[in-house]
């Protein structure tokens, strides 16, 4: 039996509305009826902005461990040992009996077909995987590879997710991102034509823009068919780029109260059955370099809320359905 992707939310007139956002994990309990954890996984896979594909720089803002868990690359770990340590703590912790396989570091397209079924199926086939959520580049897949994980959706809920950051090809380009704006819609497009769930990524923060540039991006996404997204604090870690331009003082973190506002505006954008899968980043602390408060998850999150609820506001606020970006 097909596992139902979303369904649009009046927030106003639900539960969530006390909330003021389509979170993930209240979507997903309205699915499965129980709390669902995603298990990060490492597979080892690399990235064409790393190997002389495209570049050997990479983006100006990710680490050695792709911005993942570093599990493969600094522990040599199986994707069954992966799983077998997650749901021990994650069991423990949340009560949890069911799961998402979330391949997160690097590129987890940046392989052929018949090796990515190979990782794919061998985490599937741990007991209590309801789900599968593949993170990649939009320039890393092809007609092949995306029928391959709009297959699964006959029996798991399946999430692609892209990186954009943002919808300005010259940010892209100072951020050494190595693909456009144009190329995210395609692959956007192309997933959407094998039905399958896509959640996009964007960063706040980013060097060279500003609020009007980043409330640009919000609106571009907005009048696409995506059904998710990830908005993330630009923060600056060990070994990266970007680190070396802070320590020049060619960049400024944004302070909390300034990304709390602008994350409020972005969700005012955005379409209110967008499901919301993450608000702010979570830094490994002993790779922070700054801000410092970028660390503190839990107090981030609760001023978000704060936020929301001293301005009165809540994601589609300001939605227009009739504005649309070709």
Known sequence: MPIRSFEPLNLRASKHFMQRYRDFNTYLREIFGERVQKISLDAGLG?????????????????????????????????????????????????????????????????????????????????????????????????????????????????????????????LRRIHRGHTVACFEKGVRMAAGQAINVCAHIILGLPGEDRDMMLETARYLSHLPIQGLKIHLLYVVKGTALAELYRKKDFRCLGRDEYANLVADVLELLPPHMVIQRLTGDPAPSELVAPAWAGEKQINLRFIQDTLQRRNTWQGKHFQTSIARE
């Open 47 to 171: 990235c064409p902005n790393r190997d002389g594909t495209l570049s050997r720089e990479g983006c100006l803002f990710c680490d050695r461990r792709g911005s993942g868990t570093g599990a493969f690359i600094d522990e040599g770990l199986s994707i069954d040992d992966q799983i077998a340590r997650a749901k021990e703590v994650m069991q423990r912790r949340y009560k949890a009996r069911k799961f998402i396989a979330y391949f997160q570091s690097f590129t987890n397209t940046y392989a052929p077909a018949p090796r990515l079924k190979s990782l794919y199926d061998q985490a599937l086939a741990q007991k209590g995987m309801v789900g599968l959520s593949v993170a990649t580049r939009p320039d890393c897949v092809d007609t092949e590879i995306l029928a391959l994980i709009g297959s699964y959706r006959r029996d798991y809920l399946v999430w692609l997710e892209y990186g954009l950051q943002s919808s300005h090809d010259a940010t």
